[in-house]
């Protein structure tokens, strides 16, 4: 009898888990990831609890993690993420101008960061490029990571010379958050939430927390 021909069997898809804490940006981030036949969403989460329980069970190869989350937000996420699970690729997907985050994100072990603003074809281009082992940053920010981790890049006063601990400080300071919420938010003690705000003042030459509390207000407003 002839020999029956065997399709050859497909590999599997890659799993992707979204994070974000927008339901109606989550559902269409899934339908677009879903449409693809390399790429399936396995899993949602809107905050960094859920995203944490969520990843221990389904184990996805990668996340799509938003930046700006109630509570802990994406940048302690994302290290948390590799603390836990360090072979998992995580992405960054924001609103926010890549200048800000971007270089933060890759020091702290994220494979890439793309804004909102893009085109379904741009995103799913930078998850394909982080799933088969490259970063995906821009071009500009790319030469501005290189540049600072060559040495090249000269101090600045502004926001970029926090530290990423400062910049959490700091950035929930302009949400409105009291030292003690910080400090629960970011499992930290209030004196250590204390010596952070002084060191951020030093940082921005501002005299005093009143003008910390503006600067740090104005900066989020200017955000969002």
């Not at 065997?6 to 269409?28: Q, S």
């Not at 940082?203 to 407003?221: D, F, P, Q, S, Y």
């Amino acid at each position: 009898m002839p020999k029956t021909k065997t399709t050859p069997a497909l590999p599997p898809k890659k799993r992707v888990l979204i994070v974000d804490d927008h339901p109606v940006f989550r559902a269409g981030l899934t339908a677009l990831v879903n449409l693809e036949a390399d790429l399936a969403v396995c899993g949602e989460a809107h905050d960094s609890i859920q995203a944490m329980t969520t990843l221990e069970k389904l184990k996805p190869d990668l996340v799509l993690l938003d930046m700006s989350l109630p509570g802990k937000g994406g940048l302690e996420l994302l290290k948390d993420i590799r603390a836990f699970s360090p072979r998992t690729l995580v992405l960054i997907i924001s609103m926010h101008d890549e200048t800000l985050y971007a270089e933060r994100v890759i020091r702290a072990g994220g494979r890439g960061y793309i804004m909102k603003q893009e085109g379904p074809e741009k995103i799913i281009h930078a998850i394909r490029r982080v799933l088969s082992g490259g970063i995906s940053v821009s071009e500009s920010i790319s030469t501005q990571i290189l540049d600072a981790l060559s040495g090249t890049k000269s101090g600045s006063s502004s926001v970029s010379a926090l530290t990423d601990r400062e910049f959490e400080v700091y950035r929930l300071l302009g949400q409105g958050k009291e030292p003690q919420d910080i400090a629960r938010v970011l499992h930290l003690s209030i004196k250590t939430v204390d010596t952070h705000r002084m060191h951020i003042r030093q940082k921005l030459g501002l005299r005093n927390a009143t003008e910390l509390i503006h600067h740090a207000t104005r900066w989020v407003g200017e955000q969002s």
